[in-house]
């Protein structure tokens, strides 16, 4: 069964960073992309991100960029996303996400399953 | 970036009836080599993750149950859910794939009247 399980809650300092972790079990970890959604108090979804673990590729929401870094360690099956620079408006639950369907060179970035989530508190 | 709209923003619905959102995206969605439309629709509820409910606009993720169903192409979708059953509250998003950058849908919160 496909696992994705995150790291626990951080409560950070305006200005700090934070990194959280994705384990993947289940699955081969290089053939499929991992995703990070944030989801603010009370509000939607929002994408930010996505890395290719077989090859380190990312891709970043303009929001984003040159603030958040993703990384992964293919020896643990773990995918890591740091933000840095952290204000108020950071505070979130920050979930990973495997895209929905890899084949060779072919995927389908639907988001299947989702990890359990990871609350990152902004606060001075 | 491709804009994706939902409506309504909530809706209340009465037991056993139809549940219908719409999502309307700023590009077609329809990918013409395959003739598929690259848009999921998800279900959130209350302090847990969303979950995949539809792929390919239509597709039902194994293990949804079939009063979930999805129509529509290019720009315009709508999910359907019917005879709503009382675990059915929750938020429901739409989102599209088709581009490299993915965008959701702002949600819409279905509860029951």
């Known amino acids: 069964q496909v696992h994705l399980v995150q790291s626990g809650a951080e409560v950070k300092k305006p200005g700090a960073s934070v990194k959280v972790s994705c384990k993947a079990s289940?699955?081969?970890?290089?053939?499929?992309?991992i995703h990070w959604v944030r989801q603010a108090p009370g509000q939607g979804l929002e994408w930010m991100a996505w890395i290719k673990p077989n090859s380190g590729d990312t891709k970043y929401a303009q929001k984003f960029q040159g603030r958040v870094t993703l990384t992964r360690d293919t020896s643990s099956s773990t995918a890591y996303m740091e933000l840095s620079r952290l204000t108020s408006d950071d505070t979130a639950v920050y979930y990973c996400?495997?895209?929905?369907?890899?084949?060779?060179?072919?995927?389908?970035?639907?988001?299947?399953?989702w990890g359990q989530g990871t609350l990152v508190t902004v606060s001075s | 970036d491709i804009v994706m709209t939902q409506s309504p923003d909530s809706l209340a619905v009465s037991l056993g009836e139809r549940a219908t959102v719409k999502c309307k995206s700023s590009q077609s969605l329809l990918y013409m080599s395959n003739n598929k439309n690259f848009l999921a629709w998800y279900q959130q509820k209350a302090g847990q993750p969303p979950k995949l409910l539809l792929y390919w606009a239509s597709t039902r993720e194994s293990g949804v149950p079939d009063r979930f169903s999805g129509s529509g192409s290019g720009t315009d979708f709508t999910l359907t859910i019917s005879n709503l059953q009382p675990e059915d509250v929750a938020v429901y998003y739409c989102?599209?794939?088709?581009?490299?950058?993915?965008?959701f849908g702002q949600g819409t919160k279905v509860e029951i009247k």
């Open positions: 289940g699955y081969t970890f290089i053939d499929y992309y």
């Open positions: 996400a495997r895209n929905g369907y890899s084949s060779g060179t072919v995927s389908y970035n639907w988001f299947d399953p």
């Open positions: 989102q599209q794939y088709y581009n490299v950058l993915q965008t």
